[in-house]
């Protein structure tokens, strides 16, 4: 196994997945979240990868990840695979608590996510970019 560790925020998204997949198959150590657990979160616990439920729209549970991400193996990069398409429909006709949930899972909670892990960012090799 490599000695680089990689973490997926939303692990579970189609992109998250088969970078982990890949990452994985060629020995390098993968963390990331998922919301719902689905047959992609089996298949990556199968082939190595630690995963930690964790809701986007919820900061207790993002400060929850962040807590247990930060326990595990100092990371090399950091990869948000978030991306909420709702609402949908044309502006004035959409409800604007849903723009607001939209903007806080899209945005303010991927910020969130890398300031809580700056702080455990591997840093021998800074030259490289560590977050995706």
Same mark, same amino acid.
């Given at each position: 196994? +490599? ?5 997926? *925020?939303?692990?579970s998204s189609d992109i998250g997945f088969y970078l982990a997949k890949d990452w994985l198959s060629n020995g390098? %150590?993968? #963390?990331?979240?998922?919301? *719902? %657990? ?23 549970? *993002? ?34 608590? +849903?723009?607001?949930? #939209? ?5 303010? #909670?991927?910020? %969130? ?7 455990? %960012?591997?840093?021998?090799? +800074?030259?490289?970019? +560590?977050?995706?």
């Amino acid at each position: 196994m +490599s000695n680089f560790h990689k973490i997926i *925020i939303s692990i579970s998204s189609d992109i998250g997945f088969y970078l982990a997949k890949d990452w994985l198959s060629n020995g390098i %150590r993968v #963390s990331g979240t998922y919301r *719902i %657990r689905t047959n992609h979160c089996d298949e990556l616990e199968q082939l190595g990868a630690k995963l930690i439920k964790c809701d986007l729209s919820n900061v207790k549970s *993002i400060d929850d990840s962040i807590c247990k991400l930060n326990k595990l193996q100092k990371w090399d990069n950091l990869v948000i695979a978030t991306g909420s398409q709702e609402p949908i429909g044309r502006f004035i006709d959409c409800n604007i608590d +849903s723009w607001s949930n #939209s903007i806080n899972v899209n945005f303010i #909670s991927q910020i %969130r996510f890398i300031h809580g892990l700056l702080p455990n %960012r591997n840093l021998k090799d +800074s030259s490289i970019p +560590s977050v995706l």
